[in-house]
């Protein structure tokens, strides 16, 4: 029986509640002939799927002639829609990624999580959520991890089962294999954000207030060293990348990332990205390197994407030797957590230093902490803003500037009804960025704003 005959017999197959049968039957028939297809496709092409010479455009112009020739000798009959979203989904597992083409070009969504080829997990809006696309096999999956990690020069297989990569677009890209990953291959994509978000955009989703965001001005303007604090997926790249809008064109900006993320619109910056080893493990370029590498290019800012080791102890040294201004995030859950991070991340660059001497360094090169949570509902807030004014009994001083109420509960929808407040004597702070001329307003400081009444 032909593919149009099956698909024929299973419209005309009917009796008392068999429509989700037949909805079932037609959808086999469906994933039957685009398998089909595709095989085909995989068979007629070749090895033009890696053409360098051939653009974007080309190559799908030359999928879809013969994607077409494949259906007529198939003597299928679909209607117009049908055939063109059987078209796209071919192109999709040809050229594209597979069932997660389609995530991805879904602005909505964040993040993609393939835990194995028959559950996708999606994070939209903050929230998570089973997607209904699924790859039809283990093959299928694999076939797509090999092409992401493919276009960036790097393997996957059992001697190297696990790999960071990213999208052409920027989007980061994790995947595992068997036997590391036992039910099959898992894919995580961390996407890259078509449009950097602005301080607008975060003040309009509640992430902040005004006057917080124009305190966060004042203070990257006033070349203040801050790092942005906070748990995994909580926005630290955004808010790292609202921070760096704000620094001045005429200064030279130097970022290091692991993947790049960021998007500064000022004119002269140098975006430096750190590259793993190669197949024979050579070629390696760590953050650390990077950063050293950053002092001998007369930076007036240093950027970093996130301290994980001892690049850390690299930063506070570019920080207490006339690099103010930096700019880097971390993984803590509170300042104070962040402040404890810091000084084991800077052990881990394998110098033999005293924990005073440590905490000397962090007192003197960090002013400023910004802590940022996800709440129950998703949502992203910035939850502290910490001043660090240094070290009193070998303990770091901190001041919290502003606060986020957690008291005030949530609502009936399940939206927190508390919001960041200016909370503390902001005192040091004022004097530090007067004399760097930068004027206060009293609005913005609770300290401030008594004295002002």
């Known amino acids: ?14 009796d008392t509640g068999s429509r989700p049968t037949t909805v ?13 297809s595709v095989e085909s496709l995989f068979r007629r092409i070749g090895s033009r799927i890696n053409d360098a010479s051939l653009t974007d455009l080309q190559l799908r112009d030359f999928v879809r002639a013969e994607l077409e020739v494949i259906l ?18 071919i192109e999709d597992d040809a050229l594209g990624l597979g069932p997660i083409q389609r995530l991805l070009d879904d602005d909505d969504i964040s993040e993609i999580m393939v835990n194995h080829p ?19 096999s283990e093959d299928q999956l694999r ?6 990690v493919g276009k960036v020069g790097r393997r996957i297989d059992e001697s190297s089962p ?27 994509i961390r996407k890259f954000a078509k449009k950097a978000l602005s301080i607008q955009d975060l003040i309009n989703y509640g992430s902040m207030s005004p006057d917080l965001a124009e305190l966060l001005e004042l203070c990257v303007r006033g070349r203040l060293n801050i790092l942005v604090s906070g748990g995994t997926g909580t926005g630290k790249t955004t808010l790292l990348n609202v921070l760096s809008s704000f ?51 007369r930076p007036d800012r240093v950027v970093i994407g996130e301290c994980r080791s001892g690049e850390a102890l690299d930063m506070l040294q570019a920080m207490n030797t006339g690099h103010d201004g930096s700019i880097s995030t971390l993984h803590a859950n509170s300042p104070r957590d962040c402040i404890a991070r810091l000084e084991t991340l800077v052990l881990m660059a394998g110098m033999d230093l005293p924990l005073r001497a440590i905490r000397e360094q962090i007192g003197s090169a960090v002013d400023m902490i910004v802590q940022i949570s996800r709440l129950r509902d998703g949502s992203r807030r910035i939850t502290y803003v910490t001043e660090l004014t240094g070290i009193k009994d070998d303990e770091p001083v901190l001041n919290d500037l502003y606060r986020f109420d957690f008291g005030a509960g949530y609502d009936e929808d399940g939206h927190p009804r508390g919001t960041v407040k200016a909370v503390g004597d902001g005192a040091h702070l004022v004097d530090l960025l007067e004399e760097r001329g930068i004027h206060v307003p009293p609005h913005l400081l609770n300290a401030r704003k008594e004295s002002a009444s």
């Open 72 to 89: 007529q000798e198939e003597h299928v009959q679909l209607g117009s829609a049908e055939r063109a979203q059987l078209m796209r989904e």
């Open 162 to 188: 696990l790999v960071d990569a990213r999208l052409t677009d920027g989007s980061r890209v994790n995947a595992v294999i068997p036997p590391l990953a036992v039910r099959g291959s898992s894919l995580t």
């Open 24 to 36: 079932l039957q037609r959808s086999a028939v469906l994933d039957e002939l685009k398998r089909r």
């Open 1 to 14: 029986m032909s593919i149009t005959d099956r698909l024929l017999a299973a419209e005309k197959h009917v």
């Open 143 to 148: 076939r797509v991890i090999e092409r992401i």
């Open 247 to 297: 620094i001045p064109e005429d200064e030279r900006i130097v970022t290091i990332e692991d993947a790049i993320e960021l998007k500064l619109q000022q004119a002269h910056v140098v975006q430096l990205e750190a590259r793993p080893a190669n197949i024979e493990g050579r070629g390696e370029v760590t953050i650390r390197d990077l950063v050293k590498n950053s002092l001998r290019m």
């Open 118 to 136: 028959s559950q996708i997990f999606v994070e939209r809006k903050g929230k998570l959520t089973l997607a209904d696309e699924s790859f039809s």
